[in-house]
């Protein structure tokens, strides 16, 4: 029979078990971008996926983007 210190760090595993594992798969949605561009298609560079994982756009289509939102 186990006893209630057992199930107290059996308890505990399991949940540091499951953290780690959201962790794992928030970590990868972060890093998943894309290879074509939303915007115009073309695929995106080399560079700027290292330099930015989850980047969704080109570089060129990236800063039209940001001058639209942040230049108005």
Known sequence: MYSDFDREVGEARVEQERQSRVTEVRAKLVRAGTLECVDC????????????????????????????????
């Open 41 to 72: 298609g073309c695929t995106i560079s080399l560079a700027r996926r290292e330099a930015y994982e989850a980047a969704t756009r080109c570089a060129e289509c990236q800063t039209d983007f940001e001058r639209e939102v942040y230049c108005r």
